[in-house]
């Protein structure tokens, strides 16, 4: 049986991780209707992978007879300055659930809950990667700069971005 400490913070992991998957849909919108169509592709990907982080949390509590809360749908911002706004806000965010799944790691240890700290290691390894993909991303956005045809450019890149979230899941898949 889990205890309530951690079942009250593994719920607000599930409310997080499902309110990227919201922010990252919201985002892909915008993209969308400012031409970023490799952007929104990618981003409609990240709203995906976030919806099945927060289901992957919400499934092991109640395999560990806990109670597992379906968050409120919060309304995430739909309107963004450019595109690097966009990919810093999605930096920023994966920085934040790094923090949050770090204390989610502490909890474990205060309340020797051992089986949720091997649970837990999925995602300390997801967040390492998320994280760093998200930061390629802004630098090279932040490489391709603002001139000209530099929207078109940027796209391009998001789009093999894209690619290779697809290729990796495809991988994923085969291994299982
Ligand atoms: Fe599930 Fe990107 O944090």
Redo the contacts with the bound molecule.
Sequence with gaps: MISKTMEAALNHQIAL?GY?SQYYMAMASWCDREGFEGAAQFLHF?SE??RE?MLKIFHYLSEVDGFAITPAIEQPPLEFKNIQEVFSLVFE??KK?TKSINDLVAICYKEHDYNTLNFLQW?VE??RE?ENQARSILDKINLIGEGGQSKYYIDKELTKFYQAALAKEAAGEEGA
């Design positions: 991780e990227a990240q992978e976030e982080h965010h994966e659930v995602y997801e967040q998320e």
